[in-house]
């Protein structure tokens, strides 16, 4: 799998970096039918149940709330800028490092939860766990590397 940090074309939220030997702890999961907006790079996923619908294929993920426990967060894609309901996409697991945005200033190796109100941010923990900071962030805005490393609070 190749990632736009792999060709220096820039810093893309959501995108992966770091990876060893071409292998990615990414998976394909396709987005709740029943979900409402679209889904961007970098929005905290979660497993949701789709009741009587649904099958042992590919699982379905929703987007976290401020409560949830993510386990990753929508990888960035050069196909496709937005994922609507019932559309898969990859999403970023336990292990990954991925291309967030800093909702403030964090110092590198602070623990970190996702912003529910803005999705691809992640602020100093305030709840849940969603990873660890590779890199520190002087401001909001700033881009960080995270270790994707979900736990509850």
């Excluded at 396709?30 to 009741?51: H, I, N, S, Y």
């Excluded at 803005?118 to 805005?141: H, M, Q, Y």
């Amino acid at each position: 799998m190749y990632n736009s940090n792999q060709f220096k074309k820039g810093k893309e939220l959501g995108s992966l970096d770091l990876t060893v030997g071409g292998i990615s702890t990414a998976f394909t999961v396709r987005l709740d039918p029943k979900a409402t907006g679209e889904v961007t790079a970098g929005t905290p996923m979660k497993f949701v149940d789709g009741g009587a619908d649904d099958t042992n294929g590919v699982p379905l993920v929703g987007v976290c709330e401020a409560a949830d426990i993510a386990i990753g967060a929508r990888i960035f894609s050069l196909k496709s800028g937005v994922t609507k309901a019932g559309e898969i996409l990859q999403v970023s697991f336990k292990g990954s490092v991925q291309l967030m945005e800093a909702g403030e200033a964090i110092a590198r190796g602070d623990e970190v939860s996702f912003d529910a109100a803005n999705p691809g941010k992640v602020v100093a923990i305030s709840g849940a766990r969603f990873g660890t900071a590779l890199d520190k962030a002087a401001e909001d805005g700033d881009f960080i590397r995270v270790i994707i490393d979900p736990a509850k609070a």
